[in-house]
């Protein structure tokens, strides 16, 4: 192991064993904190039932600092609809398990007067160009990070059966594929830092700040960092050391299942690259789909079953999903102002391409443990960073084990 890669890993590390005990917050844990006003925004599409509208909410303000920007679920008992997305409520906050939930009456609910953001001007604006209410959903998810209920449950659904639930929210490869674009977009200095000026725009104000998005932007705003000095980065350490500044800031998210999915998917992606057996574009996209799936199926079994054909599928659909994100970002530049057709047609074949494999794509259900997850995969990250060329396929025998449960 190259020595450079020693002080990222141990870093990385020393942030997991100090966030382990602080992750845990007992006074957010199990509290009843009361009554008080809040001022909430209301995530995605709510829910009616005979007793009343739900929904999931980010806590702006109000009388409850310790959970302001955080995610609460909000119950109105007596009401069908509420009046905005953003609501100024007089409820009870009760925290159960480490969740947050609000409960109000409808007399106790009203319009907040809060300006409407840059991200919900551009959900507006995408709302009404884009006619096809799939579509618009699926662009309004995948674009602006909203929640995914805006999607129809057969959709959801289809995208879960899949195995492509992860392109439903905004990750990586968003920032990854908006950085290179704005890149050749000027000459080689002006567009790394134009690259960096519109991917930190977008992860800060644009989209939520997620685990998955947070992991991403460090590693970008430190790989245009080192190009601009001139220096080649090491990918491998730049994901460890943010994952360690992540983790150390933000301890919550040691238990944070999105944090893991993407930090091990990225992480076997970036091993499996290293001396690959061939290097043509189209063998690598099926062999990084491969390790990607490894590299999150333990995680997955965790809560829920295992989609093997995304290995098959992602690289399949990742020439339209390609050509929907690059025109998508276009179109984002341009305060969604280019003609909605081309959006609306690519929009219109991933949601059917998607629909039509759902219905023979296999579903498997493992049964890993917690400390089953954490053996399996870094056994299988060791192996993959020594192994070389078809070698690495090898480290599919750590998985076997676990995987002859189903027989």
Same mark, same amino acid.
């Given at each position: 192991?190259?020595?450079?890669l020693?002080f990222p890993?141990?870093?990385?590390?020393?942030?997991l064993?100090?966030a382990?005990?602080?992750?845990?917050?007992?006074?957010? /844990?199990?509290?009843?904190l009361?009554?008080?006003?809040l001022i909430?925004r209301?995530?995605?599409?709510?829910?009616v039932?005979?007793?009343g509208?739900?929904?999931?909410?980010?806590?702006?303000g109000g009388d409850?600092?310790?959970? /302001?920007?955080k995610t609460?679920f909000?119950?109105v008992y007596?009401?069908?609809? @509420?009046?905005s997305?953003?609501?100024?409520v007089? +409820?009870?906050?009760?925290?159960?398990?480490g969740?947050?939930?609000?409960?109000?009456?409808?007399?106790?609910?009203?319009?907040?007067?809060?300006?409407p953001?840059?991200?919900?001007?551009?959900?507006k604006?995408?709302?009404?160009?884009? +006619?096809?209410?799939? @579509?618009?959903?699926?662009?309004?998810?995948?674009f602006?990070?909203e929640?995914?209920?805006?999607v129809? &449950?057969?959709?959801?659904?289809? $995208?879960?059966?899949?195995?492509?639930?992860h392109?439903?929210? @905004?990750?990586?490869?968003?920032l990854?594929l908006?950085?290179?674009?704005?890149?050749?977009?000027a000459?080689?200095?002006?567009?790394?830092?134009?690259?960096?000026?519109?991917?930190?725009?977008?992860?800060?104000?644009l989209?939520p700040?997620?685990?998955?998005?947070?992991?991403? /932007?460090?590693m970008?705003l430190?790989?245009?960092?080192?190009?601009?000095? +001139?220096e080649?980065?090491?990918?491998? +350490?730049?994901?460890?050391a943010?994952?360690?500044?992540?983790?150390?800031f933000?301890?919550?998210?040691?238990?944070?299942?999105?944090?893991w999915?993407?930090f091990?998917?990225?992480l076997?992606?970036?091993?499996?690259?290293r001396?690959?057996?061939?290097?043509?574009?189209?063998f690598?996209s099926?062999?990084v789909?491969f390790?990607?799936?490894?590299?999150? &199926?333990?995680?997955?079994?965790l $809560?829920?079953?295992?989609?093997?054909?995304?290995i098959l599928?992602?690289?399949?659909?990742?020439?339209?999903f390609?050509?929907?994100?690059?025109?998508?970002?276009?179109? &984002?530049l341009?305060?969604?102002?280019?003609p909605?057709f081309p959006?609306?047609?690519?929009?219109?074949?991933?949601?059917?391409?998607v629909?039509?494999?759902?219905?023979?794509?296999?579903?498997l259900?493992?049964?890993?443990?917690?400390?089953?997850?954490i053996?399996?995969?870094?056994?299988?990250a060791?192996?993959?960073?020594f192994?070389?060329?078809?070698?690495?396929?090898?480290?599919?025998?750590?998985?076997?084990?676990f995987?002859l449960?189903?027989?």
């Amino acid at each position: 192991m190259r020595f450079e890669l020693l002080f990222p890993i141990l870093f990385f590390l020393l942030s997991l064993i100090l966030a382990v005990p602080r992750s845990y917050d007992p006074y957010l /844990y199990e509290e009843d904190l009361g009554e008080g006003r809040l001022i909430l925004r209301v995530e995605g599409v709510g829910e009616v039932s005979d007793k009343g509208f739900s929904a999931r909410v980010k806590v702006l303000g109000g009388d409850f600092p310790e959970i /302001y920007e955080k995610t609460a679920f909000l119950r109105v008992y007596g009401a069908e609809d @509420v009046p905005s997305k953003y609501l100024e409520v007089y +409820g009870k906050v009760r925290v159960r398990e480490g969740r947050i939930f609000i409960s109000a009456t409808y007399k106790d609910v009203s319009f907040a007067n809060v300006l409407p953001s840059l991200r919900d001007r551009l959900a507006k604006r995408l709302e009404e160009k884009i +006619g096809d209410q799939e @579509v618009r959903a699926l662009a309004l998810a995948y674009f602006l990070g909203e929640d995914q209920s805006v999607v129809p &449950m057969r959709v959801q659904s289809a $995208f879960l059966t899949t195995g492509l639930v992860h392109l439903l929210v @905004v990750s990586g490869g968003h920032l990854s594929l908006l950085a290179l674009m704005l890149r050749f977009l000027a000459p080689y200095r002006l567009g790394l830092w134009l690259a960096l000026l519109g991917v930190s725009f977008y992860a800060l104000f644009l989209v939520p700040s997620e685990p998955p998005v947070l992991r991403a /932007y460090l590693m970008i705003l430190a790989s245009i960092l080192l190009l601009l000095y +001139g220096e080649r980065p090491n990918l491998l +350490g730049i994901l460890l050391a943010s994952g360690g500044v992540i983790l150390l800031f933000f301890p919550e998210y040691v238990s944070s299942y999105s944090f893991w999915l993407s930090f091990c998917a990225t992480l076997y992606i970036l091993l499996s690259l290293r001396e690959p057996p061939r290097k043509d574009v189209v063998f690598l996209s099926f062999w990084v789909s491969f390790f990607a799936f490894l590299g999150t &199926m333990p995680i997955v079994s965790l $809560f829920s079953f295992s989609a093997p054909f995304s290995i098959l599928l992602t690289p399949l659909l990742s020439v339209p999903f390609l050509a929907f994100t690059y025109y998508g970002f276009l179109d &984002m530049l341009t305060f969604f102002s280019l003609p909605a057709f081309p959006l609306e047609v690519m929009g219109r074949f991933i949601s059917a391409s998607v629909m039509f494999f759902s219905d023979f794509a296999p579903m498997l259900f493992f049964n890993f443990s917690l400390w089953e997850t954490i053996f399996s995969l870094s056994l299988g990250a060791v192996l993959l960073y020594f192994l070389k060329g078809w070698e690495k396929l090898l480290v599919g025998l750590v998985f076997v084990p676990f995987l002859l449960r189903l027989f």
